[in-house]
């Protein structure tokens, strides 16, 4: 019954103390000349803005927060080392078109999607830098180059690099859970312990892109829930005696798709998350191995 579960969902959230290392590394990756003009998405403590100024002068750099707080202590926190890029309030994911085009747009909140509004803004030959996430917690920066013909192409970098989710992409409220007791069960060859693998959970995240994970103790197991807010779908797997069973629910067999995705990413020899390309065309995002 929902009310007497207790779920934990599974994150992965970046600590302040590995902040400054990741801030570097992304800074590094983004690959940054002289004279290039920086869009950040992110603003944060301003850490990573004032690196920016350093290297670049402060005139080349603008930085999005959402968080109009934020923004202002970033700001504060910046003047004190005299620095005065243009700090824009607002939601990063639409960039900032006044000061367009950039040559390098960098991202230090995670997307689902590349929005497409980074590549109108970013010159082509320029660079997007970002860390693309899932609601199933695994992530990686993505580099991507801008095309004369307005797509974006590149490759993931690895590292499994995970920042905090862009607040418009954050996963819904779960609610009132289904009944998890009134499903279709089956025995199925992938184990819910396949998700404690971050690759593995980063090309499931793909083929279940609404899915969010709870473990919980019921009947006195413990199982892996699969549930789907938006269409109400859900799966739940639990080991039984030394096999795996599943039980799903609603309109969308979500453990079927995640034994398809999974089937053809084994079938490929397991890549790893270095070898997957992604593209970013108007019509979306696509990301292959
Ligand atoms: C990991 S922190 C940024 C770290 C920062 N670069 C630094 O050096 O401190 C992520 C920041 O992204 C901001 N953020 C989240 N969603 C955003 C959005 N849609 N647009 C702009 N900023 C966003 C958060 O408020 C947070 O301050």
Redesign the pocket.
């Known amino acids: 019954m929902p009310g007497d579960i207790r779920g934990e969902i599974l994150r992965t959230p970046?600590s302040s103390s590995t902040?400054p290392s990741l801030?570097v590394r992304m800074l590094e990756e983004l690959q940054v000349d002289a004279g290039n003009r920086v869009l950040?998405?992110?603003?944060?403590?301003?850490?990573?803005?004032g690196l920016l100024c350093h290297r670049l002068g402060e005139d080349l750099v603008t930085s999005?927060?959402?968080?109009a707080e934020?923004s202002s202590r970033a700001s504060a926190a910046l003047g004190s080392c005299n620095y005065f890029p243009e700090l824009v309030v607002?939601?990063?994911?639409a960039g900032h078109k006044d000061g367009a085009p950039y040559d390098r747009l960098v991202a230090?909140?995670g997307v689902l999607e590349v929005p497409h509004a980074w590549i109108e803004q970013t010159a082509p030959g320029g660079v997007i830098l970002a860390t693309l996430c899932g609601w199933l917690y695994a992530s990686e920066l993505a580099r991507l180059t801008v095309g004369e013909d307005g797509v974006a192409r590149g490759r993931l970098l690895g590292g499994q690099i995970s920042?905090?989710?862009?607040?418009?992409q954050l996963p819904p409220l779960l609610g009132m859970l289904p009944d998890l007791d009134d499903g279709e069960e089956r025995e199925t060859a992938t184990g819910a312990d396949v998700l404690n693998n971050w690759t593995a959970r980063f090309v499931t995240q793909l083929a279940v892109p609404g899915a969010q994970r709870l473990t919980m103790e019921r009947n006195g197991r413990t199982e892996d829930v699969l549930v789907d807010v938006g269409s109400g779908s859900w799966a739940a797997v639990h080991e039984d005696g030394g096999r795996w069973l599943v039980r799903q629910g609603g309109p969308e067999r979500l453990w079927d798709r995640v034994e398809e995705q999974l089937g053809r990413w084994y079938a490929a020899g397991a890549p790893e998350l270095e070898e997957f390309t992604v593209t970013v065309t108007p019509e979306g995002q696509t990301v292959r191995w």
């Open positions: 970046t902040m801030v950040e998405i992110g603003t944060g403590t301003g850490y990573s803005t999005v927060e959402v968080d934020v607002g939601d990063g994911l230090t909140c920042f905090m989710l862009a607040r418009p």
